[in-house]
């Protein structure tokens, strides 16, 4: 709807750049078809960031050459680096991934709000084994939920699932959403953590019985 009812070029862009990655997740191209078609060249000159992340999430054969330039602006923000660097990954661009994690360092740097797309970031990247220890030390220092969630799917992916599980035991109703939930159990279901997706899918279930979580 948001794509349909409004000006694509006065949308805020972290908007339209959640707006890209939800498409490419949900596999929902009719959209990404009407972004491409409705930004004009003069707005990815001005927008690097979503001109790199339309190119990659489209399969552009010149993505990478489109990825590379926009990181060579030296212009992109923390955000448009996440966002960028987790479309790579999707696309098996692991590399790429990994170049915008370097850049994006010192983590400790990164605003609360990214930070559970940081996580996401470190294990589509496949350097979990490195950004567990970054949100170890973050637990020590900064009291935020979101850094307790990029923990927790980090453990996950670090096969501490008991850990994880442990944490998600001790934690109230409060402290969860249903968007690190589900994080979790594909976390778990892709590893065959079967305690902690069933952990996971209780709690999902008790919180919203729908036929999705009930068919997870």
Excluded at 62 to 72: E, G
Excluded at 180 to 195: C, S, V
Excluded at 196 to 215: C, G
Aim: proline content about 4%.
């Amino acid at each position: 709807n948001i794509v349909d009812s409004s000006e694509l070029t006065k949308l805020p862009e972290p908007t339209l750049m959640n707006v890209i990655e939800f498409a490419d997740i949900t596999g929902k191209t009719s959209i990404l078809r009407s972004v491409g078609t409705r930004l004009t060249d003069e707005y990815f000159a001005a927008n690097p960031g979503v001109k790199a992340q339309l190119a990659v999430v489209t399969k552009d054969p010149d993505a990478m050459k489109t990825v590379q330039s926009a990181r060579k602006t030296g212009t992109l923000k923390p955000f448009q680096q996440v966002k960028i660097g987790k479309a790579c990954g999707r696309r098996g661009h692991k590399e790429c991934a990994q170049q915008f994690l370097d850049d994006i360092s010192p983590y400790s740097a990164v605003d609360d709000a990214l930070l559970v797309d940081l996580a996401g970031l470190f294990i589509i990247a496949n350097r979990e084994d490195r950004g567990l220890p970054v949100y170890e030390e973050m637990r020590q220092t900064r009291k935020s939920l979101n850094v307790q969630y990029g923990w927790a799917m980090l453990a996950a992916a670090n096969g501490r699932a008991e850990d994880v599980s442990k944490w998600l035991d001790g934690a109230s109703e409060k402290e969860l959403n249903n968007q690190i939930l589900l994080d979790l159990y594909f976390i778990a279901d892709q590893r065959d953590y079967h305690k902690l997706s069933r952990n996971v899918i209780e709690r999902l279930y008790k919180r919203n019985p729908s036929d999705e979580n009930e068919y997870y």
